[in-house]
C-alpha cells in the first residue's frame, strides 16, 4: 500500500464485500403465497413487506420510524428556552439580592427600593425581564445572567431559522451581531427579487461568496437555499403551533428583546413572509403533541420537528401505497440519519432485491400486463420444495438425501457441480474446462499445468433404466381450498415435476386436476391455480384421462398417484355432459371404480393419498384400493409431499414404498461413499 493511501467511507452505492441477496429464499416465499391463489405481484410486494429469515422488510423498517417518532413526540416538552430563561433570571436575582446584602455603603433608602423591586417582580418570565430592562443592577454577576437572557433569545430565534446559530453566536461580538444583520438583510433582497422574477445566478453566487459559510448545506441556486429555509421555518412554525397559548404569549413578549434589538425581529418576520409566499406547499399549519419532561429550546426543538417531518416522509414511501410508489423512491439518506446506517443497508438491499427479481427471468409480464412466474422460477421454487422433501425422507427408517439421479442406471448426458458424497464419475472435460476457465486472467503467475479446485468438478448424471408413465390426479374440489389443503396440494405436484424432469427425464408426468371435471394441466397452470369452489369430485373423468396417457406409453411402466379428499360426486356423461349428485350416485362410482380398474388392467400402481378423517371415505378408498391391489395413506397436510414422492419412487421400483426398503433408495438416488 502506498504511502498515500487511506482508508475512507465507502459511497459509490451498495456496498462491494456485501453477500449478494438471496433470490431462492424470496422465490420460495413469493412461490408459497402464489400457490396460495396470490398473484406474483402482490406476492413480490408482500415479500419485500415482510422481509427475509435475516433480512428486515418494509414492515420492520415502518416500525422502527414508528418507534422513532413515538420516542420524540413522547420525551420532550416545548418549554425550554423558557425554562433556560426563567433559570438565568433566578440566578441574576439572587446574585443581585447577595449584593444588595453585601454592600454596607449604600443607602439604606435605595436598598429598600431595589428590594422592593425584585420582591415584587412578576411570575412571568416575559413580564420580568421587560420590567428589570430599566433596572440599575449593582451586581456584575446579575448584571452579565441578564444580558445573556436577551443574547440567548437572539440566537433562539436565528437558530430557528438557519441550524448552528445558536452555537456559533455563542459570546458573539457587536461585530459578529452587525455580520448576521447584515446577512439578513441580504437575504431578504434575494428572495424579494426572487419573489418578482428579477433575480440571477450571478446575485445568487454572490451572496453565497459573501455568506456561504452561513449554509452548510451549500445549495447551488436559489430554489435549494429556499427549500432548505422554508423546510426549517416551517418546522418552527409548527413548533410554535403545538405550544400554549401562554407559552406563545411568553415567547412573543420576550422575543422583542432579543438581542435588544427589534431591527432583527423585523428581518426575521420579514424573512417568514418571503418564504411563505415562495413555499406556499410546505406545511404551515402542521402541530404535535408534545408531551416530555425533557425541554426543547427553540432551535432544537425546530430541529426535532424536522426529524418527525422526515420520519413521516418516510412512513409514506415505506407504505408503497400511493400511485407510482417504487422502492427506488426510498430516501436512503433520511433513513440512515434517522434509523442508522443498518436501516439504509436493509432498504438498499430490498431495492436489489426488487430489481433482480424482476431482471432475472424469474417474472415476466403476460399480454394482460399481470405479472406471472416464469419457467425459471418454477424450476428454482420445485428445486427447494424437492429439497425440503428430500430433508423429510431422510429422517425417516435411514433414508437417504434424496439429491441425485440414480447411480445405477444410464448417462443422461447432463452434468452438475460435485457435492460432498456423490460417486458419479467426474466429467473430466468438464472440470478442466471450469479450471482454464478460471485461471484464464492470472497469466504466467499462474505457473505450468491446470490447477483443479473443488469447485471445478463436475460429475455425469444418471438416469434409472426403467421408464414411467405417471400420472398425478389431484382433487381440485372446494373441500381441499376450504380444508386448507390447496396450497400442500399443489406444493407436492411441483416437486413430484422437479423430480422428474430433472432426476428422472425418461419418465413422463401428467398433471390431472379434476374437481367437477378434470382437466390435464401443465405445472405452471396448476400452481397459479385459484382455489375452486365448485361442487363436485370426478374422479371418472380423471381416470379417463389418465388411462389415455397411460395408453401412450406402452412401453412404460404406468404409476397411478390419486390425491383426495371426497368420493366421487360427478361423472362424464357419453355425451361429454357433467352429472353431479350428492350424495354419490351409484352410477357415479360404478363408473369410477370400471375406469380405476381399466388403470389396473393396464398395469399401473395405484396408490390413494387419503386426506381428513372422514370415515365414508375411507370405507370408499379401502375398498376401491383392495380392487385393484393399491395402497392406501393418510398423510397430514405437510406430509403429501413426502408420501406422494416416496410411492413414486418405490412404484417404479417395483416396491409398495421407498421408505422400507433401504437398497431401494440407494437404487434409485445413488449412495453416499
Known amino acids: 500500500m502506498s504511502r498515500d493511501s487511506r482508508y475512507g467511507k465507502y459511497e459509490g452505492g451498495p456496498d462491494p464485500l456485501a453477500p449478494p441477496v438471496d433470490l431462492a429464499e424470496a422465490l420460495d416465499l413469493i412461490g408459497q403465497d402464489v400457490m396460495a391463489g396470490t398473484s406474483p405481484e402482490r406476492a413480490m ?25 413515538r420516542e ?3 420525551k420532550h416538552g416545548l418549554d425550554g428556552t423558557l425554562q433556560e430563561i426563567r433559570q438565568l433570571l433566578d440566578e441574576a436575582v439572587l446574585a443581585e439580592r447577595g449584593q444588595l446584602a453585601r454592600d454596607t455603603a449604600m443607602d439604606d433608602g435605595d436598598r429598600a427600593l431595589a428590594e422592593l423591586q425584585l420582591d415584587s417582580l412578576p411570575a412571568s418570565p416575559a413580564a420580568a425581564v421587560g420590567e428589570l430592562s430599566g433596572y440599575d443592577w449593582t451586581s456584575p454577576t446579575a448584571r452579565q445572567k441578564y444580558e445573556q437572557i436577551k443574547d440567548l433569545l437572539g440566537r433562539e430565534m436565528l437558530d430557528q431559522r438557519f441550524a448552528g446559530m445558536k452555537q456559533a453566536l455563542e459570546n458573539a461580538s457587536d461585530e459578529d451581531r ?15 427579487a426572487h419573489r418578482r422574477g428579477e433575480d440571477t445566478q450571478e446575485q445568487f453566487d454572490d451572496f453565497m461568496r459573501q455568506h456561504g459559510d452561513q449554509f452548510p448545506s451549500n445549495p447551488q441556486n436559489v430554489d435549494e437555499l429556499l427549500d432548505d429555509l422554508a423546510a426549517r421555518a416551517a418546522a418552527a412554525q409548527r413548533m410554535r403551533n403545538s405550544m400554549t397559548q401562554e407559552q406563545r404569549d411568553e415567547l412573543d413578549a420576550l422575543a422583542e428583546q432579543a438581542f435588544g434589538s427589534p431591527a432583527l425581529m423585523g428581518a426575521l418576520s420579514q424573512l417568514d413572509d418571503n418564504l411563505r409566499a415562495l413555499r406556499p406547499g410546505e406545511d404551515w399549519g402542521g402541530s404535535e403533541g408534545m408531551s416530555g419532561e425533557q425541554g426543547l429550546g427553540l432551535g432544537d426543538g425546530t430541529g426535532v420537528f424536522q426529524d418527525i417531518a422526515d420520519l413521516d416522509a418516510l412512513a409514506d414511501q415505506l407504505a408503497q401505497v400511493g400511485p407510482g410508489s417504487e422502492l427506488d423512491d426510498l430516501d436512503l439518506d433520511a433513513l440512515a440519519q434517522q434509523l442508522g446506517d443498518q436501516a439504509a443497508v436493509d432498504a438498499r438491499t430490498l431495492q436489489q432485491l426488487e430489481k433482480a427479481l424482476r431482471n432475472s427471468g424469474a417474472m415476466r409480464r403476460g399480454t394482460d400486463g399481470q405479472l406471472r412466474l416464469t419457467p425459471k422460477a418454477m424450476r428454482q421454487l420445485g428445486k427447494s420444495l424437492l429439497k ?3 430433508e423429510r425422507m431422510s429422517g425417516r427408517q435411514g433414508a437417504r438425501d434424496l439429491r441425485r439421479a440414480g447411480a445405477a442406471g444410464d448417462r443422461s448426458g447432463s452434468t452438475r457441480p460435485w457435492e460432498f458424497g456423490d460417486t458419479e464419475p467426474w466429467d473430466v472435460t468438464r472440470s478442466i474446462t471450469n479450471a482454464l476457465t478460471r485461471t484464464a486472467g492470472d497469466g504466467p503467475r499462474s505457473g505450468p499445468g491446470v490447477r ?11 438416469e434409472a433404466r426403467t421408464q414411467a408413465a405417471v400420472a398425478l390426479l389431484v382433487d381440485t374440489s372446494f373441500s381441499m381450498a376450504m380444508e386448507d389443503r390447496w396450497v400442500p396440494m399443489k406444493r407436492t405436484a411441483l416437486a413430484l415435476h422437479t423430480l422428474i424432469s430433472t432426476r428422472f427425464r425418461g419418465d413422463d408426468l401428467q398433471l390431472i386436476a379434476f374437481g367437477r371435471e378434470a382437466e390435464v394441466m401443465d405445472v405452471e397452470q396448476l400452481v397459479g391455480l385459484d382455489a375452486m369452489w365448485d361442487k363436485g369430485t370426478n374422479l371418472h373423468h380423471a381416470l379417463l384421462l389418465a388411462n389415455r396417457h397411460f395408453r401412450k406409453h406402452p412401453n412404460a411402466q404406468p404409476v397411478l398417484l390419486i390425491v383426495t379428499d371426497g368420493e366421487p360426486t360427478s361423472h362424464l356423461e357419453p355425451n361429454g355432459q357433467v352429472y353431479f349428485s ?3 350416485d351409484p352410477v357415479t362410482i360404478a363408473l369410477s371404480v370400471r375406469e380405476l380398474e381399466n388403470a389396473h388392467r393396464l398395469g399401473a400402481k395405484t396408490t390413494f393419498f387419503r386426506l381428513g378423517d372422514d370415515p365414508g371415505l375411507a370405507r370408499f378408498v379401502d375398498g376401491m384400493a383392495r380392487r385393484v391391489d393399491g395402497t392406501v395413506t393418510a398423510p397430514e397436510n405437510d406430509d403429501l409431499g413426502v408420501a406422494v414422492v416416496g410411492s413414486y419412487l418405490g412404484a417404479r421400483h417395483g ?4 421408505f422400507g426398503d433401504d437398497g431401494l433408495w440407494g ?4 449412495r453416499f461413499g
Open 667 to 670: 437404487s434409485a438416488f445413488g
Open 582 to 584: 350428492y350424495p354419490p
Open 178 to 192: 452587525a455580520a448576521v444583520g447584515q446577512m439578513m438583510q441580504d437575504l431578504n433582497e434575494l428572495l424579494e
Open 45 to 69: 410486494r408482500e415479500f419485500l413487506r415482510r422481509g427475509g429469515r435475516s433480512q428486515r422488510g418494509l414492515d420492520d423498517l415502518a416500525r422502527l420510524v414508528a418507534e422513532k417518532r
Open 452 to 462: 483443479l479446485q473443488i469447485e471445478d468438478v463436475e460429475v455425469q448424471e444418471t
Open 388 to 390: 425440503d422433501v428430500a
Open 655 to 658: 416396491s409398495g414404498s421407498v
Open 72 to 74: 420524540l413526540t413522547s
